[in-house]
């Protein structure tokens, strides 16, 4: 007995045309031969070998990778021991600050947190000489700060539904806590240090803002580098990047949530 | 066994568990009692490790284990939602005590094998726990803690999660499983009936306190307070003052009922005394012709209400005080002539000796 | 279930010893640095490296005094222009929050009351631009709005206008930039708020007599209250410092103080007068982010 709301239906069509129009358009006009935007030249596949070509590109993409790997682990680890202590500890000291120092990073700014984070470490230079110089070290250190957050809020929202009786079992069983939180809590936790490792991972490949300001000479990473060039305007070789990682994207995410579906139907 | 000393627990205040003292026997199927809120699980949790105790002690053999950590004492909890871990199978679910206990492989695998046999769970050892239904679940909490051969065996509310036919099945079978390994059992509940049936000793708690302790038969017929003769099954409760005292033999007067009535009580007790009494339903006899009253206590009503169950009647019996007794009398006889009916005049009568004087 | 705490003794010991680390980590490198802001704000610019003057002066004798200034400030509030910006930030985030807003609810409604399957398929198609770059999916809409663009170029063709629209490096370009990239961060928490009533419920009351705007308004409005508050607030405290959308998207004339900041750090090296405008943003924000964080720590007791 529902009745369809046409105008509901509307409105979500559109919405989600307006989230994929532009991500459309630009895999389109990747195989674009022509330069400009508004002459289909052509089917072609010239800017993803120059790609190839770009030494700056590929230099940069491999640094953001390294990056992003070591931000996205470090993040996650301490993410979690926060996560853990926040939801279980009953009497922590400094809770409320250490609460809001979790929350903030969720909605803060990113320019207040770059142009911060550098006058410290300018600071730190003068006071005890690290960082001589600006670059990779200071951007995953950045990077590991926010990511943090993020981290902290998925790893609770699963703390928040866990059976925690699993945990006593294991301990009424024969097992000490360090053997405990090896053999059950960290198998439970695990698909929420999946989920918040990948979102430590995507948020430090995709920075920009932050990566701007606390990074120094020779440490160019790929989000830098595109919007330098994007900067001038449109430019056929960051179409074909954006396609790539689209396809990226969308093969992990389809493999993910098939994993997930299929564990949840051999559970049913 | 197993002794417990005085044992306290409090919350920033509240009391859960006050002055609780306790003795289990070896091979026991002891049964802890209450509804919720009773304490009975923080005593448990106490029992187990899980919570450090403000107050007592708890001794297992003799050594005191009230500050022991859960992992070091050799008891064993089979918690409500079993607690089974997802990520393991039914097998490494079992084997999980055995091998925090360093045991060589081989031993594990034969130990693992010889519960599951026992629990008839042999063809699902590679499962892992959410194919399995509840009751399967269940059995593989119980193996899981029973193949440690623990000294005592805690089980938190066991049939609760399940449906009535395998309540009933599974209470047969824990009792006899309890028998052939004769391992202590500890089990926590609030079904009266499950207590009832499964234990060899039941302890009634209620806030916090142990109300009664003794053999199911004790707690039912020779109640001590007001909450243990209410709790287990359906009772009349009866206030009055005693008038007299002679021979073992009390007498009091109750207005509620405008009755005089006898009772079986050892005490001497001073006339004027308050005195509270009870009498199960099943121990009153009702007819329509009055009653023999030679060691009897008798009282006339008419009958209010009626529930007819097959094998049994339950009538609610309103008296001229204007008080109501509950009735309950087997249907022995198949002529209808012969039964009782709404709003007919009815003789109760019960043994002087069915009679249960409470102290408190 | 047992109501007793369930934790034990070893894990609060063990766990409040280790998350020392996490706890410095974050009062050094997010905390520290706002200390440091604060004491850049009131310093002076030089000619030197680091371009700004210390706060403590130190003398052969030990401590000397301080030198501060409240000269970046007034300069601040005396220049019409900051104070400008700043509203002008406030309001286009407000509006983007808003408009995200419209086109949010409704497309949370539509997800919430799809059958379960479609559900997650829909959600999953609303998060995975997320996972697609920040940066390129800005970028993608120069590609679509420009004079030269493809929207321009199709309705062209089609012959609906004669000349091309202005649509890119102005105002209307930042506000579709916000809500585009914003509004999954919008959808999420209305979605979690809305999944949770029952829907079904009010189809039915609505069936009954209420009539559905009625019902929709009366009832399902306020009780989503909450993730109307979340939502707007993870996409208004964000896009009120926002850089890269008016960067890419904006014209000369869209005035951001993200861009203010940026181009006040790196093109004129007056980074005290950008301290001063980082405290005075901040110092705006801090409302806003109590109320998000209390909105937080209310979601989290009642999952619990």
């Known amino acids: 007995m529902k009745r369809r709301s046409i105008l509901l239906i509307t409105i979500a069509c559109f919405g989600y045309a307006l989230l994929y129009m532009p991500i459309a358009s630009v895999v389109v006009y990747s195989f674009n031969a022509s330069r400009l935007v508004t002459l ?56 409320l600050l250490l609460s809001g120092m979790i929350t903030a990073p969720l909605v803060m700014p990113e320019i207040i947190t770059g142009l911060s984070l550098l ?114 305007g449109v430019t056929p070789d960051i179409n074909a990047i954006t396609t790539i990682i689209i396809g990226l994207v969308i093969v992990a995410v389809t493999t993910a949530a098939l994993v997930t579906n299929r564990r949840r139907a051999t559970a049913a | 066994m197993v002794q417990i000393r005085g044992l306290s627990k409090d919350f920033n205040g509240i009391v859960a568990v006050d ?91 034969a130990r693992v094998a010889e519960m599951l046999a026992l629990v008839k769970l042999e063809t699902l050892a590679a499962r892992k726990p959410d194919k399995l239904s509840g009751g399967q679940q269940q059995r593989v909490a119980l193996a899981r803690a029973l193949v440690k051969r623990p000294k005592l065996l805690l089980l938190d509310e066991p049939l609760a999660a399940l449906d009535r036919k395998l309540r009933e099945h599974t209470q047969f079978e824990l009792a006899n499983l309890q028998y052939q390994l004769g391992t202590t059992f500890v089990v926590v509940t609030h079904d009266q009936d499950e207590a009832m049936v499964l234990a060899s000793r039941i302890a009634v708690m209620s806030e916090g306190r142990i109300a009664q302790v003794g053999t199911p038969a004790e707690v039912y017929e020779y109640p001590t307070n007001r909450h243990v003769a209410s709790f287990v099954g359906n009772i009349n409760l009866i206030d009055g003052v005693v008038t007299g005292c002679e021979a073992g033999r009390v007498a009091l007067r109750c207005e509620a009922l405008n009755a005089s009535l006898c009772v079986v009580c050892a005490e001497a007790l001073p006339a004027g005394e308050p005195l509270c009494i009870a009498v199960r339903p099943e121990k009153i006899t009702i007819s329509r012709t009055e009653p ?19 094998d049994q009647s339950l009538y609610r019996v309103r008296l001229t005080s204007g008080a109501v007794l509950q009735v309950s009398a087997q249907n022995l006889r198949r002529s209808a002539s012969l039964t009782i009916e709404w709003d007919d005049e009815v003789y109760l009568s019960w043994e002087v000796a069915s009679t249960i004087p409470l102290h408190s | 279930m047992s109501t007793a705490t369930p934790t034990v003794p070893p894990w609060q010991q063990w766990l409040r010893r280790a998350v020392r680390v996490p706890y410095l980590w974050l009062l050094l490198f997010f905390l520290a640095p706002f200390l440091i802001i604060l004491k850049i704000s009131f310093a002076e610019p030089v000619i030197a490296q680091p371009p700004f003057s210390a706060l403590l002066v130190w003398g052969a004798h030990g401590l000397q005094g301080i030198r501060a200034t409240f000269e970046n400030y007034s300069f601040l ?35 919430a009351r799809q059958p379960p399957r479609r559900r997650q398929l829909l959600l999953l198609a609303v998060i995975l631009p997320f996972w697609i770059s920040f940066l390129l999916r800005v970028y993608a809409w120069i590609g679509l709005l420009d004079n030269h663009g493809v929207i321009n170029h199709l309705l062209l063709s089609l012959g609906i206008i004669h000349k091309p629209l202005t649509m890119l490096y102005n105002n209307f370009a930042v506000y579709l930039g916000i809500v585009y990239s914003y509004l999954p961060f919008m959808i999420l928490p209305l979605y979690s708020t809305l999944e949770r009533l029952n829907l079904d419920l009010l189809d039915a009351a609505a069936d009954l007599g209420a009539r559905r705007w009625r019902a929709f308004v009366d009832i399902t409005l306020p009780l989503s209250l ?15 410092g926002e850089f890269t959308i008016p960067a890419l998207l904006g014209g000369a004339d869209t005035l951001m103080i993200g861009r203010v900041l940026w181009d006040e750090f790196f093109v004129s090296r007056d980074w005290p007068v950008a301290s001063a405008v980082s405290v005075v943003l901040l110092l705006l924000l801090i409302a806003p982010i109590l109320w998000f964080q209390h909105l937080q720590n209310r979601e989290h007791e009642a999952s619990t």
């Open chain 1, 40 to 95: 289909w030249g052509g089917f072609s596949t010239r800017w993803y070998v120059s790609l190839l070509h770009d030494d700056k590109l590929l230099a940069a993409a491999f640094l953001s990778l390294r990056i992003a790997v070591i931000s996205a682990t470090v993040a996650t680890a301490l993410g979690a021991l926060l996560a853990l202590a926040m939801h279980r500890v009953r009497r922590l000291p400094g809770r």
């Open chain 3, 77 to 111: 509030f005396r220049d019409g222009y900051y104070g400008i910006i700043v509203l002008s930030s406030l309001k286009m985030a407000a509006i983007g929050t808003v408009l995200c807003l419209l086109l949010g609810y409704p497309m949370a409604y539509f997800i």
């Open chain 3, 226 to 240: 909450p993730g109307i508050l979340g939502g707007c607030l993870l996409v208004f405290i964000p896009a009120v």
């Open chain 2, 292 to 310: 023999d009253a030679t060691n009897r206590n008798v009282v006339k009503g008419v009958v209010r209400d009626l529930g007819y169950f097959g």
């Open chain 2, 19 to 109: 002055q609780v003292s306790l003795d289990i026997q070896r091979g026991e199927l002891f049964a802890i009692l209450g509804s919720s809120g009773c304490g009975k699980t923080t005593l448990l949790r106490m029992l187990a490790g899980f919570e450090q105790p403000s107050g007592g002690q708890v001794l297992i053999d003799g050594v005191d284990m009230t500050e022991a950590p859960p992992y070091e004492r050799p008891v064993n909890l089979m918690f409500q939602s079993y607690a089974l871990f997802p990520h393991m199978t039914v097998a490494d679910n079992v084997a999980y005590g055995l091998k925090k206990e360093r045991l060589p492989a081989a031993q594990i695998r």
């Open chain 1, 119 to 232: 006058f410290l470490f300018i600071s730190m230079a003068s006071l005890i000489g690290w960082p001589a110089t600006r670059g990779a070290a200071t951007i995953t250190i950045a990077h590991i700060t926010f990511s943090m957050a993020y981290v902290v809020v998925v790893v609770r929202a699963r703390l928040a539904v866990m059976d925690e009786s699993l945990e006593e079992a294991a301990m009424d069983l024969g097992g000490r806590p360090v053997a405990v939180f090896f053999d059950v809590t960290v198998p439970m936790l695990l698909p929420a240090l999946l989920s918040g490792w990948l979102l430590a991972f995507t948020l430090s490949l995709d920075d920009l803002v932050i990566s701007s300001f606390v990074s120094g000479p020779g440490a160019t990473t790929l989000p830098m580098l595109i919007f330098a060039k994007v900067r001038l």
